[in-house]
T-cell receptor
Framework: NAGVTQTPKFQVLKTGQSMTLQCAQD?????MSWYRQDPGMGLRLIHYSVGAGITDQGEVPNGYNVSRSTTEDFPLRLLSAAPSQTSVYFC?????????????FGSGTRLTVV | EDKVVQSPLSLVVHEGDTVTLNCSYE??????LLWYKQEKKAPTFLFMLTSSGIEKKSGRLSSILDKKELFSILNITATQTGDSAVYLC????????????FGKGTLLTVNP
């Protein structure tokens, strides 16, 4: 099925560990982004990419790295996990026509840092 | 700084009731306003609004935008238990970054 695929769905990390959250889309969307969702905070933009080789910071980028080597994939790396990074992470993509129906979200990764 | 404020933050109704969810915004460069429904998992798209005064409808859900007063409402008529969810409002503030600014959401609970 076409859409945005995120892995893993759940992850528990120890403080200081690193890991990569995977995101892939098969809709040939140029724009991809990572959001985190915390209780009472809505969704906040971490990093985004407007195409392969182009990335930029969002609202809450500290502690995260991204790269975009292909149109399909946009992994999010946690360099040294901290309890403050406990959250639900969503990847989203959108086609180039901003008059289109909107963003497609992945099913999310629930991350707990202990 | 762009801001999106939703009200109420939570709402409990009975099946069959009609509800109105509110979203106000302050952004530097408005392009569109989007509504999403979130049930346990990923947000699913409901509406995109770009023009003032034009109602978007899908079944029992409808939404309208007022660009002069900087707000939007989402109406749900004849609510059902399956409408229970968090409803998110987001504004696309334009520019090359395609950034969405989200409100905190309204948690709607529909009791039988």
């Amino acid at each position: 099925n076409a859409g945005v695929t995120q892995t893993p769905k759940f992850q528990v990390l120890k403080t200081g560990q690193s890991m990569t959250l995977q995101c892939a889309q098969d809709m040939n969307h140029e724009y991809m982004s990572w959001y985190r969702q915390d209780p009472g905070m809505g969704l906040r933009l971490i990093h985004y990419s407007v195409g392969a080789g182009i990335t930029d910071q969002g609202e809450v980028p500290n502690g995260y790295n991204v790269s975009r080597s292909t149109t399909e994939d946009f992994p999010l790396r946690l360099l040294s996990a901290a309890p403050s990074q406990t959250s639900v992470y969503f990847c989203a993509s959108r086609g180039p026509d901003r008059r289109s129906y909107g963003y497609t979200f992945g099913s999310g990764t629930r991350l707990t840092v202990v | 700084e762009d801001k999106v404020v939703q009200s109420p933050l939570s709402l409990v109704v009975h099946e069959g009731d009609t509800v109105t969810l509110n979203c106000s915004y302050e952004v530097t460069n408005f392009r569109s306003l989007l509504w999403y429904k979130q049930e346990k998992k990923a947000p699913t798209f409901l509406f995109m609004l770009t023009s003032s005064g034009i109602e978007k409808k899908s079944g029992r859900l409808s939404s309208i935008l007022d660009k002069k007063e900087l707000f939007s409402i989402l109406n749900i008529t004849a609510t059902q238990t399956g409408d229970s969810a968090v409803y998110l409002c987001a504004v696309d503030s334009g520019g090359s970054n395609y950034k969405l600014t989200f409100g905190k959401g309204t948690l709607l609970t529909v009791n039988p």
